[in-house]
């Protein structure tokens, strides 16, 4: 698929009310720091929208030099602004500070050892001005120096988001650094708001977003976008959604932007009682843009505290504490039918590869009952608990 007409696949930008969300917001003067296989700032959709002169030192090898395309279409996701008929981000007045980490994908062993390791990537994102780090990859490894940098990020005032990976219809290995405490694991959905059966389910899932028909480059010759599935896609649209929210609101700590999202995201099921496949819900940045009297909460209680088994009391960064006994999750059947007035029958009507073999994008399918939600244009699916 060339450029041209990339910007029609992109159904997500209607469905979340992106024209009325540009009225309040663009993402003006928020940094997002896009952790990945590196950011190509020449597409035409990217040029100007790259800030190379604000990449740690450390972090400054090859950073420009995509070896997979992955990490360029999560900054265009984001930021991009749609020039050449590129893709047109949900944040195009945020910037991308990029830092490249050595993924699997990259297969030359000299190269991986010259690039950064996902802890040294993390704290290189953290030094930076970037107020939110997005990291659309993941490892079912648990490392305490990634942990370590974690925590150090958050104590910077970050606000991170990651891909709870791609494993829901294979063995459902949860990924970090999504089940790492302080970040925001994203799970994807369909243009109805189903999960994908691809979408790792569990308690880490604290948010979802759109993620399964979603473009993106090919690969890193910058010549075609393809139609792609992914967790990956998902927390690169949270992440342009808490740059909106965060430039309307630059006085809002990481807790109050993540609450805000918390309190308004579409779902049917009781706040308290998260889903498993979608957690609080579908994430709503257009619902916190237009309500003036918002409540944001107090900016230095982790909103996710009672889930994670924290003190809600206690002063503590965003997303905190992921690894203590959460809260009961409510769940769904994962191959029940869903029924949409716009959609096919069933979401598992489509399963079928993207052809990629990047970090976290694979199978679209898994369904539930559904219910259309105000003021967005695809429709939420009907958490249920188990007996």
Known sequence: MAADGVQSKQWYLDAMGAKEIWKYSTGKGVKVAVIDSGVNPETPSLKGQVLLDEVPKAARYHVTQDYGGHGTSMAEIIAGTGAGGGIKGLAPGAKIIPIRVGLDQLKDEDERAKSLTSEKAIRAAADSDAKIINMSFGSPYYSSEEEDAIKYAASKGKLMFASVGNSGNKGNKGDYPAK???VVGVAAID????????STYGNDVD???????VPGWCDNTFTKYCIEQGTSHASAIASASAALVWSAHPDWTANQVLRSFIDTAGRTWAKNK??????????RPRRVLIDKDIDPGPANRDPLAAENGADPDEDITAGGGSSATPTDRASVKPNEKAGSANGPTSAAAKDTESGSDTPTWVIIGAAAAVLLVGGAGFAVLRARRNA
């Not at 948010?207 to 028909?213: E, Q």
Request: hydrophobic content about 30%; charged content about 10%; glycine content about 18%.
């Open 180 to 182: 790492d405490p302080y």
């Open 191 to 198: 243009k109805s708001g189903t999960v994908g059966n691809f």
């Open 207 to 213: 948010l979802s977003a759109p993620g399964l028909s």
């Open 274 to 283: 998260p889903s498993k496949y979608l957690g609080y819900g579908i994430i």
